[in-house]
């Protein structure tokens, strides 16, 4: 079964992040995607210390990244979803990602096979090149191939209107390019999960 984890940076529920996240399960999931959808505001997640441990072979935090690690390691696809921050990826989602230190030293370890990235922006002309390229750069470290991004602005005057429609042409696009992303992916399914 074709697995996809989608990481959501937003700091609260019930926002547009959210929303774009939870179609895009819904999609993937009606093609049947067996779908992991972690909060990482709900969850503990340290800051990388720069240690430099990691260069053994696994980060020395014990916290719920060694969840998102498994996760991550045994998901065929990566989609990643944050509000854009002073035109940067949300610091809950900078945290997630500075985490995957361990990938620098070790491109091998476990990984999905592609990640694509949703991004949301309260005003009408935000600037996401800058998170684009943050995004775009964890792909390529962690050995994954670019699947393209969702650029969704002006959520402060229009919500979520328009969001089904943005995410549905997205996941279209990403399942039209990638194929089956299958690859034999074993562990328990997300239901089984403790989230």
Same mark, same amino acid.
């Given at each position: 079964?074709?697995?996809?984890?989608?990481?959501?940076?937003?700091?609260?529920?019930?926002?547009?992040?959210?929303?774009?996240?939870?179609?895009?399960?819904?999609?993937?999931?009606?093609?049947?995607?067996?779908?992991? #959808?972690?909060? !990482?505001?709900?969850?503990?997640?340290?800051? @990388?210390? $720069?240690?430099?441990?990691?260069?053994?072979?696994?980060? &020395?935090?014990?916290?719920?990244?060694?969840?998102?690690?498994?996760?991550?390691?045994?998901?065929?696809?990566?989609?990643?979803?944050?509000?854009?921050?002073?035109?940067?990826?949300?610091?809950?989602?900078?945290?997630?990602?500075?985490?995957?230190?361990?990938?620098?030293?070790?491109?091998? #370890?476990?990984? !999905?096979?592609?990640?694509?990235?949703?991004? @949301?922006? $309260?005003?009408?002309?935000?600037?996401?090149?800058?998170? &684009?390229?943050?995004?775009?750069?964890?792909?390529?470290?962690?050995?994954?191939?670019?699947?393209?991004?969702?650029?969704?602005?002006?959520?402060?005057?229009?919500?979520?209107?328009?969001?089904?429609?943005?995410?549905?042409?997205?996941?279209?696009?990403?399942?039209?390019?990638?194929?089956? #992303?299958?690859?034999?992916?074993?562990?328990?399914?997300?239901?089984?999960?403790?989230?």
């Amino acid at each position: 079964m074709n697995r996809a984890l989608i990481i959501c940076g937003s700091a609260g529920r019930g926002g547009v992040t959210e929303a774009m996240c939870q179609t895009a399960a819904d999609l993937l999931r009606s093609e049947g995607y067996d779908v992991c #959808l972690l909060f !990482p505001s709900e969850m503990d997640i340290r800051h @990388c210390t $720069g240690c430099d441990a990691c260069a053994k072979g696994e980060c &020395v935090l014990d916290d719920d990244m060694n969840a998102i690690y498994e996760i991550f390691g045994e998901s065929d696809l990566l989609i990643l979803s944050t509000p854009l921050h002073f035109s940067g990826p949300s610091s809950l989602l900078k945290t997630v990602i500075d985490r995957f230190q361990v990938y620098w030293h070790n491109t091998a #370890l476990p990984h !999905p096979l592609a990640c694509g990235a949703m991004l @949301c922006a $309260g005003s009408p002309e935000p600037n996401f090149k800058p998170t &684009v390229s943050i995004l775009k750069a964890f792909s390529i470290t962690t050995n994954m191939a670019w699947a393209g991004h969702l650029e969704f602005p002006d959520t402060d005057r229009r919500g979520e209107e328009g969001v089904g429609e943005a995410v549905s042409e997205f996941i279209g696009r990403i399942l039209a390019a990638r194929g089956s #992303l299958s690859s034999a992916r074993t562990g328990p399914p997300c239901s089984q999960r403790n989230e």
